[in-house]
Protein backbone atom coordinates (compact mmCIF):
# COMPACT_ATOMS: atom_id res chain seq x y z
CA UNK A 1 0.00 0.00 0.00
CA UNK A 2 3.01 2.73 0.51
CA UNK A 3 3.98 2.36 -2.87
CA UNK A 4 0.27 2.62 -3.67
CA UNK A 5 -0.06 5.85 -2.27
CA UNK A 6 3.70 7.23 -3.00
CA UNK A 7 2.71 6.21 -7.19
CA UNK A 8 -0.60 8.31 -6.27
CA UNK A 9 0.75 11.06 -5.00
CA UNK A 10 3.20 11.47 -7.79
CA UNK A 11 0.17 11.00 -10.57
CA UNK A 12 -1.94 13.10 -8.75
CA UNK A 13 0.56 16.50 -8.74
CA UNK A 14 1.66 15.50 -12.14
CA UNK A 15 -2.24 15.75 -13.17
CA UNK A 16 -2.24 18.87 -11.06
CA UNK A 17 0.82 20.71 -13.44
CA UNK A 18 -0.62 19.45 -16.60
CA UNK A 19 -4.24 21.33 -15.79
CA UNK A 20 -2.21 24.71 -15.01
CA UNK A 21 -0.42 24.29 -17.94
CA UNK A 22 -4.05 23.96 -20.48
CA UNK A 23 -5.55 27.14 -18.02
CA UNK A 24 -2.61 28.72 -19.05
CA UNK A 25 -2.51 27.89 -22.97
CA UNK A 26 1.18 26.42 -22.57
CA UNK A 27 2.45 25.04 -25.98
CA UNK A 28 3.68 21.70 -24.43
CA UNK A 29 2.59 18.36 -25.58
CA UNK A 30 1.62 16.03 -22.48
CA UNK A 31 2.95 12.42 -22.85
CA UNK A 32 4.09 12.27 -26.58
CA UNK A 33 5.09 8.62 -27.86
CA UNK A 34 8.21 8.05 -29.87
CA UNK A 35 9.23 5.19 -31.45
CA UNK A 36 12.86 4.61 -31.95
CA UNK A 37 13.79 1.41 -33.85
CA UNK A 38 16.93 -0.17 -32.84
CA UNK A 39 17.26 -2.75 -35.21
CA UNK A 40 14.69 -4.73 -37.52
CA UNK A 41 13.05 -6.28 -34.40
CA UNK A 42 13.13 -3.66 -31.79
CA UNK A 43 11.31 -0.76 -31.08
CA UNK A 44 11.77 1.34 -28.37
CA UNK A 45 9.00 3.83 -27.20
CA UNK A 46 9.66 6.84 -25.33
CA UNK A 47 7.13 8.70 -23.84
CA UNK A 48 8.34 11.78 -21.82
CA UNK A 49 5.34 13.69 -19.24
CA UNK A 50 5.92 16.97 -21.16
CA UNK A 51 7.44 17.86 -24.75
CA UNK A 52 8.10 21.94 -25.41
CA UNK A 53 9.27 23.32 -28.30
CA UNK A 54 12.87 23.49 -26.98
CA UNK A 55 12.99 21.37 -24.28
CA UNK A 56 12.02 17.64 -22.51
CA UNK A 57 10.49 17.63 -19.33
CA UNK A 58 10.35 14.58 -16.99
CA UNK A 59 8.98 14.72 -13.77
CA UNK A 60 8.75 12.45 -10.43
CA UNK A 61 8.21 12.69 -7.05
CA UNK A 62 10.52 11.06 -5.06
CA UNK A 63 10.38 9.92 -1.41
CA UNK A 64 13.77 9.55 -0.93
CA UNK A 65 16.11 12.01 -0.38
CA UNK A 66 17.17 13.58 -3.86
CA UNK A 67 20.69 16.05 -3.42
CA UNK A 68 20.56 19.24 -4.47
CA UNK A 69 20.81 19.02 -8.52
CA UNK A 70 21.61 15.97 -8.58
CA UNK A 71 19.64 13.00 -10.89
CA UNK A 72 19.65 9.83 -9.08
CA UNK A 73 21.03 6.85 -10.93
CA UNK A 74 17.66 5.48 -10.90
CA UNK A 75 16.20 7.80 -13.68
CA UNK A 76 19.44 7.91 -15.99
CA UNK A 77 18.14 5.42 -18.33
CA UNK A 78 15.01 6.91 -19.11
CA UNK A 79 16.29 10.54 -19.22
CA UNK A 80 18.96 8.68 -21.77
CA UNK A 81 16.15 7.44 -23.74
CA UNK A 82 13.99 10.53 -23.60
CA UNK A 83 17.11 12.75 -24.71
CA UNK A 84 17.87 10.72 -27.94
CA UNK A 85 14.00 10.24 -29.14
CA UNK A 86 13.50 13.61 -28.98
CA UNK A 87 17.22 15.36 -29.62
CA UNK A 88 16.34 18.29 -27.12
CA UNK A 89 17.55 19.28 -24.03
CA UNK A 90 15.88 17.06 -21.16
CA UNK A 91 15.23 18.16 -17.58
CA UNK A 92 14.27 16.10 -14.24
CA UNK A 93 11.37 17.59 -12.60
CA UNK A 94 11.46 17.17 -8.58
CA UNK A 95 8.14 17.77 -7.24
CA UNK A 96 8.13 19.08 -3.68
CA UNK A 97 5.27 19.93 -0.92
CA UNK A 98 4.25 22.81 -1.05
CA UNK A 99 4.02 22.23 -4.47
CA UNK A 100 7.22 23.45 -6.14
CA UNK A 101 9.37 21.90 -9.16
CA UNK A 102 13.12 21.58 -8.99
CA UNK A 103 14.44 22.07 -12.72
CA UNK A 104 17.44 19.10 -13.29
CA UNK A 105 19.21 19.60 -16.17
CA UNK A 106 20.21 16.11 -17.73
CA UNK A 107 23.66 15.59 -19.25
CA UNK A 108 23.56 13.00 -21.98
CA UNK A 109 26.01 10.12 -22.19
CA UNK A 110 26.89 8.40 -25.51
CA UNK A 111 28.19 5.64 -23.37
CA UNK A 112 24.97 5.02 -21.58
CA UNK A 113 22.79 4.97 -24.88
CA UNK A 114 25.59 2.73 -26.34
CA UNK A 115 24.52 0.46 -23.31
CA UNK A 116 20.87 0.80 -23.15
CA UNK A 117 21.22 -0.04 -26.61
CA UNK A 118 22.85 -3.09 -25.84
CA UNK A 119 20.94 -4.39 -23.34
CA UNK A 120 17.46 -4.12 -25.01
CA UNK A 121 19.46 -5.82 -27.92
CA UNK A 122 21.18 -8.97 -25.66
CA UNK A 123 17.86 -9.04 -23.53
CA UNK A 124 15.33 -9.44 -26.75
CA UNK A 125 17.93 -12.63 -28.08
CA UNK A 126 17.40 -14.28 -24.68
CA UNK A 127 14.15 -13.56 -24.99
CA UNK A 128 13.84 -15.18 -28.49
CA UNK A 129 16.03 -18.28 -27.26
CA UNK A 130 13.73 -19.04 -24.42
CA UNK A 131 10.70 -18.95 -27.00
CA UNK A 132 12.92 -21.05 -28.77
CA UNK A 133 13.13 -23.62 -26.43
CA UNK A 134 9.30 -23.13 -25.48
CA UNK A 135 8.26 -24.07 -28.63
CA UNK A 136 10.84 -26.92 -29.51
CA UNK A 137 8.67 -29.82 -30.36
CA UNK A 138 8.59 -32.74 -27.18
CA UNK A 139 9.63 -36.03 -27.46
CA UNK A 140 6.82 -38.51 -27.88
CA UNK A 141 5.32 -40.57 -24.77
CA UNK A 142 4.92 -43.96 -24.94
Avoid at 17 to 23: G, I, M, Q, Y
Avoid at 70 to 88: G, H, S, V
Wanted: hydrophobic fraction near 35%.
Amino acid sequence: MTGVRFISTGIATEDFLTKVFKAQKVDVKYQEKRVMKLNEEIDLVVKPDYVFPDFVLETKYPFSIVKEGTIPDRYNYQLECEYFAFQKPVYLGVFSTPFAINFIPYKPSPRRWNNIQKTLKTFHEEVKKLEKERNKPKGLLI
